[in-house]
T-cell receptor, first 111, second 114 residues
Framework: GQQLNQSPQSMFIQEGEDVSMNCTSS?????WLWYKQDPGEGPVLLIA?????ELTSNGRLTAQFGITRKDSFLNISASIPSDVGIYFC???????????FGTGTSLTVIP | ETGVTQSPTHLIKTRGQQVTLRCSSQ?????VSWYQQALGQGPQFIFQ???????GRGNFPPRFSGLQFPNYSSELNVNALELDDSALYLC?????????????FGQGTRLTVV
């Protein structure tokens, strides 16, 4: 199946720092979603992107739909301890119904 | 709070048994997808139901089956359980919006096969 490469795999940052992570695929997608997942819980939708080049913010979070439609980026500004968790990207093509998920980025924020 | 609820939250089954997991979709959402998430990995698509019909399937064997009901709630059934079926099973409720699709997940069912 489709494989999404997400990087970095893990991050350890100081509280207040900014965070950047990205997701790339070998196929073109028409939808990118970004999720945060806490241990033992379901993923929570953070941001949805539908157009190439689109830049969307949700509070301290900003995500972009890459121009090539094969990548997406998520930035978190001024990180706080509750940002800790695993962040997943998910992409959907216009030829299928499923979302393909990345491998996840584990974020640790050090107070 | 997504409005997507799954039951049960945890389950322990013996190899060879059968299991049924349930999902209530968010109000107004007519599409339900099921995903399997192994420890340390991203969710993997099992199948999707739209208007009570299967509408796409991932790379899972036929012993994984499902149903969707007129109220859009759904069940995932797994027969002849194997140890590797131990995972977090996630239900996602979605609908097509102008421009694209948003998918909202329930809290998941943790299945342990022993």
């Amino acid at each position: 199946g489709q494989q999404l490469n997400q990087s970095p795999q893990s991050m350890f940052i100081q509280e207040g720092e900014d965070v950047s992570m990205n997701c790339t695929s070998s196929s073109i997608f028409n939808t990118w979603l970004w999720y945060k997942q806490d241990p033992g819980e379901g993923p929570v939708l953070l941001i949805a992107l539908y157009k190439a080049g689109e830049l969307t913010s949700n509070g301290r979070l900003t995500a972009q739909f890459g121009i090539t439609r094969k990548d997406s980026f998520l930035n978190i500004s001024a990180s706080i301890p509750s940002d800790v968790g695993i962040y997943f990207c998910a992409g959907q093509s216009d030829t299928g119904n499923q979302f393909y998920f990345g491998t996840g980025t584990s974020l640790t924020v050090i107070p | 709070e997504t409005g997507v609820t799954q039951s049960p939250t945890h389950l322990i089954k013996t190899r060879g048994q059968q299991v049924t997991l349930r999902c209530s979709s968010q109000s107004g959402h007519n599409t339900v997808s099921w995903y399997q998430q192994a420890l340390g990995q991203g969710p993997q698509f099992i199948f999707q139901y739209y208007r009570e019909e299967e509408n796409g399937r991932g790379n899972f064997p036929p012993r994984f089956s499902g149903l969707q009901f007129p109220n859009y709630s759904s069940e995932l059934n797994v027969n002849a359980l194997e140890l590797d079926d131990s995972a977090l099973y996630l239900c996602a409720s979605s609908t097509y919006l102008t421009g694209g699709t948003e998918a909202f997940f329930g809290q998941g069912t943790r299945l342990t096969v022993v």
